[in-house]
């Protein structure tokens, strides 16, 4: 029965609106890199291993959770256990900081997209060369996009559960899927894409010569796997809270890190073989996406099919974006909700949306003032975190992107997902997640697995994720 929250109105609209949350821009500019540096195929061994151990566990505890609840993140755990609602304070406090920095992203990918729909009807949408530095400098241009992309994501979470998310995760992510696909197929047969699968695919063994390169390959399999699948944010607890009795945890549980996987892969067969055809150095981060491939696109194709890979391109790009984003504006939005719904208070879900976003966006603009870490954008407006908190300046306090980052991915996430497994695996026991996966009629399958992944396994990655992010936040 639909609750006055909300429902998705089909497991199909579930399932793309989930994978769209996991799908993100670390599949596109984090996961083909990581992958081909550290050991290609074997890296892909131990990413898929992870997932099968870790992945699966925590994605079917916070559908669990969610949907046992039917509450978002604090909510959840409040209704578990009254003293419980820091561990949700945590998800939702990550997707708050995390919505900030991200749109400011989310809105260069919009600028990358409409720069080539006008260079593809003959217009001069940007130049490849210097762009990226020029824009990241331009604060009229980034803070414009930054609130252009924050309405976009307001629109679509106004709609609801099944008349906004699901709706429009419908239609995006088969359309996402249909451009990756075809900007796959073009790449590969450009003379020299073969070296690109080379580096991503042909494993190197090595990395398992020593204990310390294993234990390196398995820090950034582990970070991976867990950030791009949207863990620990309270995304997947919201999501479940709409999801219906009759649906079987059992199968969404596995689909969805299969499928966001999968979509890294291709990614990364659309993005890595495309550096090597044009002669441009493999990376991460946004010097991947917004400078490399840019130039791949213009210069390195040229002319009309540059235009017209290159508008597909970052069309999906903004898409992969968008499904995740409004995944995290739902996470707020879900949280104010149940918090007026447990006061018996009116729920008036447009102006509680409209109100996180615009909270969110004032937190989140100094990401675009001082443009992305350079500190031109914004000039003087604006200092970095180390001046203004008065903090040591270190790598995750020299500017506003690494240091929301640090708290959100760095800290807040892999402590939630660490306490939810302990949790599950030693407070309630398994058969809290017996007794949900039961109550849609279906067997709990590999019972005796997960009880072994929620009480020893994931905790131990947690803390190794935990570990790897403070190394490289503070080391």
């Known amino acids: 029965m639909e609750n006055n929250k909300g429902q998705w109105s089909s497991n199909f609209g579930f399932l793309m609106a989930a994978i769209g949350s996991a799908v993100g821009l670390g599949n596109i500019w984090g996961f083909p890199y990581k992958m081909g540096a550290n050991g290609g195929g074997a890296f892909l061994l131990v990413y898929v291993i992870l997932v099968v151990f870790v992945g699966f566990a925590v994605m079917l505890g916070e559908l669990t959770i969610g949907r046992k609840t039917g509450k978002g993140a604090v909510g959840a755990y409040r209704a578990l256990n009254k003293k419980l609602p820091w561990v949700g304070y945590m998800g939702v406090g990550s997707a708050f900081l995390i919505l900030g920095f991200y749109s400011v992203l989310g809105g260069m990918v919009m600028r990358y997209m409409l720069g080539f729909l006008v260079n593809l009807f003959g217009g001069a949408g940007f130049a490849a060369e210097g762009f990226f530095g020029s824009w990241i400098a331009n604060m009229p241009g980034m803070v414009g996009f930054y609130a252009l992309f924050m309405l976009l994501n307001i629109v679509i979470v106004m709609g609801g559960i099944s008349g906004g998310i699901e709706k429009f995760s419908k239609v995006a992510m088969p359309a996402l899927a249909v451009m990756l696909v075809t900007v796959i197929v073009y790449v590969a047969c450009q003379p020299g894409a073969m070296e690109g699968y080379k580096f991503m695919f042909v494993p190197d063994f090595s990395v398992f010569d020593s204990l310390k390169s294993f234990f390196d390959v398995l820090k950034s399999a582990a970070g991976q796997m867990f950030f791009s699948l949207s863990l620990g944010m309270g995304a997947m607890i919201t999501y479940g809270s709409y999801l219906s009795k009759s649906e079987d945890l059992n199968t969404n549980t596995i689909i969805i890190p299969v499928a966001d996987t999968i979509v890294a892969i291709m990614a990364g067969m659309a993005v890595m073989p495309a550096c090597s055809a044009f002669g441009m150095d493999y990376g991460q981060g946004p010097g991947l996406l917004f400078n490399t491939l840019q130039t791949v696109f213009m210069d390195g194709m040229g002319g009309f099919i540059g235009s017209l890979m290159g508008f597909l391109f970052y069309t999906l790009v903004f898409i992969a974006a968008i499904t995740s984003s409004i995944s995290l504006l739902e996470v707020n939005t879900a949280y104010i909700i149940d918090k007026r719904l447990e006061k018996g208070k009116k729920v008036n ?96 399958r590999a019972e005796g697995f997960y009880n072994i992944c929620f009480k020893y396994i994931v905790p131990v990655i947690m803390v190794i994720v935990l570990y790897a992010q403070i190394q490289t936040f503070f080391g």
């Not at 603009?365 to 975190?385: F, R, S």
Request: aromatic residues 8%; glycine residues 12%.
């Open 349 to 444: 879900r447009k102006s509680i949306t409209v109100i996180m976003a615009a909270v969110i966006f004032i937190v989140g603009l100094p990401t675009a003032l001082d443009g992305l870490g350079t500190n031109v954008a914004g000039g003087a407006l604006i200092d970095n975190p180390a001046i203004t908190f008065g903090l040591p300046t270190v790598g995750a306090t020299a500017d506003w992107l690494d240091f929301y980052d640090m708290i959100a991915e760095g800290i807040l996430m892999p402590l939630g997902s660490l306490a939810m497994s302990i949790i599950i695996g030693w407070v309630f026991g398994n058969r809290m997640v017996k007794e949900e996966v039961a109550c849609s009629g279906h067997v709990y």
